[in-house]
């Protein structure tokens, strides 16, 4: 239930967001989702569209922009982005410790990508001067 909680967290800042500007209705909204968030894009959109119904953003559609991880590296000082083992299987990679790009060690840390936000929301606004 990962991508729910992701979801409604989404949802609730979205009506904030929309409330404060007048938005009668939500078409869309955009977010940026980080690597390291572990989020299926399939299963966030499913579980966006249940936790807006009954809400100012029923039939908003969420666009989905993936990120790349960022790590740093504590023994080379590499900081960049985040690149998974290729001889690792996704769902083994997600739980390794990512490896530095540059000299291999696992030392590493993540610095980005954890993280999701709503980058913009389009919205019909009410009171608007023009039709
Ligand atoms: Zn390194």
Redesign the pocket.
Same mark, same amino acid.
Request: aromatic share 0%.
């Given at each position: 239930m990962h991508e729910f909680s992701a979801a409604c967290s989404i949802v609730d800042t979205a009506v904030e967001a929309a409330k404060k500007h007048n938005a009668i209705k939500v078409t869309a909204v955009n977010v940026e989702i980080g690597e390291f968030t572990f989020l299926v894009p399939e299963q966030l959109e499913f579980n966006f569209e249940i936790a807006g119904r009954n809400t100012i953003l029923e039939g908003a559609k969420l666009n989905i922009m993936m990120v790349k991880g960022r790590l740093r *590296?504590?023994? *080379? =000082?590499?900081e960049g982005e985040a690149q998974s083992d290729p001889d690792l299987p996704p769902q083994i990679a997600m739980f390794a410790p990512m490896k *530095?790009?540059? *000299? =291999?060690?696992s030392?590493?840390e993540i610095t980005g990508g954890k993280e999701f936000f709503i980058t913009n929301l389009e919205a019909e606004i009410a009171d608007a001067a023009s039709g």
């Open positions: *590296c504590h023994d *080379c =000082g590499n *530095c790009p540059k *000299c =291999g060690s030392a590493t």
